[in-house]
């Protein structure tokens, strides 16, 4: 498998405007109309998928294999949270990336998201037991 070369820095951003299904009342992470920090989660790892996305080479892919969040702030329904993720280290297949979730200016949480390159297929197979 040929790795392709990540350099920190590389970045990107994804937004999610909070409905009712964000809540943590609503994925049971807590018994208020906010946005659920298993969301937040999410959303930062979606934006750590979409930083590695132009450049990765068909069968290669990235999971998450660790992360740290840090959920500062509640945000309510109606309002639009923007995750921007950089790439800080690259150690081999190991890639560490930083996430900060804002709304607006206010910094909603801040994550820790590390994700591994590996052969797309092969891990597929290796999940099914194959």
Do not use: C, N, Y
Not at 7 to 26: C, F, I, K, M, Y
Not at 108 to 118: D, G
Request: proline share 5%; glycine share 8%; no cysteine.
């Amino acid at each position: 498998m040929e790795l392709p070369e990540f350099a920190p820095g590389l970045g990107a951003r994804v937004e999610l405007t909070v409905t009712d299904a964000d809540t943590a009342q609503s994925v049971g992470s807590g018994d208020v109309p906010v946005l659920a920090t298993p969301r937040v989660l999410a959303l930062a790892e979606a934006a750590t998928v979409a930083a590695t996305a132009r450049q990765i080479p068909g069968g290669i892919t990235t999971v998450g294999t660790r992360a740290e969040v840090e959920h500062r702030a509640p945000t309510p329904v109606g309002r639009t949270v923007v995750a921007q993720a950089t790439l800080a280290k690259v150690d081999g297949r190991k890639l560490s990336f930083d996430v900060t979730v804002r709304d607006g200016e206010s910094v909603v949480a801040e994550v820790r998201v590390e994700r591994v390159l590996l052969d797309r297929q092969r891990f597929i197979a290796r999940a099914l037991g194959d």
